[in-house]
């Protein structure tokens, strides 16, 4: 199924960079007007505002990194305009779920991938495809490590079969010796206590594949699609770390006057966790985002938040006295909810106590394991 949906997004993502002659793909944006995954012709007019960024890619695999304030066409060097099969894969990578092309979110769920050290982590609850390159260490994962389990494996052309032993506690386990893995093999994968085995198959990686980009399009390819996100996270983070964009109707730096509406725009350049809170000009501090109706705080990297809009349908109105107001939001790459003090996240618009409300920033740069990313509004009030 997966290998058909990867087949799929090719061809539509490489029919529409044909029709668009594209020349260029969005790696990352926190730009309202550029997703990641979009296809831009570079003589197209980009623009970009004060404090966004958005980093493309080209069919040479170069990468062009644009700050706002930026309105115009990309400046491309003679002979580097085009398409490539790495440029299609790219995209289809990171075209957004909701889209033609089905395939972000496909693995969410699944096993962390990628192991400490240089290991590689089988889901063995799902079925799946797996390219692995050289020096790499293949290990079992199980979701559930409380007691001692075995699982069956069996070379499915050979029939060779061996069993491996997890102890209680433990949650991976290495490849057994005596099934040595090989290019193009399928395993069948049978965990004791599960009815059916899953199917996992093997790619091995060739040492002619230099750099992330062609290695990912061949994961692409191979049907190694988990694996590919998770590189191409990773070169996102390389060369477009993680970000957050505000602004509201009345740009970066607003005046209002008192009885005026405001509206605030967010947008992260990867999906994230976003947590937003106001600061009245009587001191009183609330949570805007979430709040009991916007059903969470995951935004999607290609969607840009409104508040209030769709997921905050209330109206954000300025009230008295004249003076100055802040609107901050923080952005986190997992959902931290769980980890923050519930007055943060209750989602019902009461003041936050003071003591509380003072640490706000220290509670999320406190929390580990995840990367933070914030940005603010100052809104004068007249």
Not at 152 to 160: A, F, P, S, Y
Request: proline content about 7%.
């Amino acid at each position: 199924m997966v290998a058909r949906w990867v087949a799929a997004a090719l061809s539509a993502v490489m029919f529409s960079a044909q029709a668009l002659a594209a020349e260029l793909v969005v790696i990352a944006s926190n730009a309202p007007s550029l997703s990641a995954g979009e296809q831009v012709d570079a003589a197209q007019v980009i623009e970009i505002p004060q404090g966004a960024r958005a980093t493309l890619l080209a069919a040479s695999g170069r990468t062009i990194t644009l700050e706002g304030p930026f309105r115009g066409p990309v400046d491309m060097p003679d002979g580097e305009s085009g398409q490539s099969d790495t440029l299609t894969a790219i995209a289809a990578l990171l075209a957004p779920a909701d889209a033609t092309v089905p395939i972000l979110g496909q693995t969410r769920g699944a096993a962390p991938i990628e192991g400490p050290g240089n290991s590689l982590w089988i889901d063995t609850s799902r079925a799946g495809k797996y390219c692995v390159g050289p020096g790499r260490f293949l290990h079992l994962w199980r979701p559930q490590a409380d007691e001692r389990q075995s699982a069956k494996l069996t070379d499915m052309e050979t029939g060779r079969s061996t069993t491996i032993t997890w102890n209680g506690g433990e949650v991976t386990h290495a490849w057994p010796a005596a099934l040595t893995y090989r290019d193009g093999a399928a395993y069948l994968v049978l965990v004791d206590g599960v009815r059916d085995p899953i199917h996992v198959e093997i790619r091995l990686i060739s040492g002619g594949l230099d750099g992330a980009l062609p290695r990912i399009a061949w994961m692409v390819e191979q049907g190694c699609v988990a694996q590919a996100h998770a590189e191409l996270a990773a070169f996102q983070d390389q060369v477009d770390p993680f970000s957050l964009y505000m602004s509201t109707d009345r740009g970066a730096d607003p005046t209002y006057t008192v009885g005026d509406t405001l509206t605030v725009k967010v947008k992260a350049n990867r999906d994230a966790a976003i947590y937003c809170f106001y600061t009245a000009g009587d001191g009183n501090t609330i949570a805007l985002f979430p709040s009991q109706f916007s059903g969470g705080a995951w935004v999607r990297g290609h969607e840009t938040l409104y508040l209030p809009g769709d997921r905050l349908p209330v109206t954000l109105s300025i009230a008295p006295p004249p003076g100055q107001e802040i609107i901050r939001c923080y952005g986190t790459t997992r959902d931290v909810t769980r980890d923050l003090p519930t007055a943060l996240v209750s989602g019902d618009f009461r003041p936050i106590e003071p003591s509380l409300a003072n640490r706000i920033a220290p509670s999320f740069q406190e929390i580990s394991d995840v990367r933070l990313a914030n940005g603010e509004i100052v809104v004068r009030v007249e």
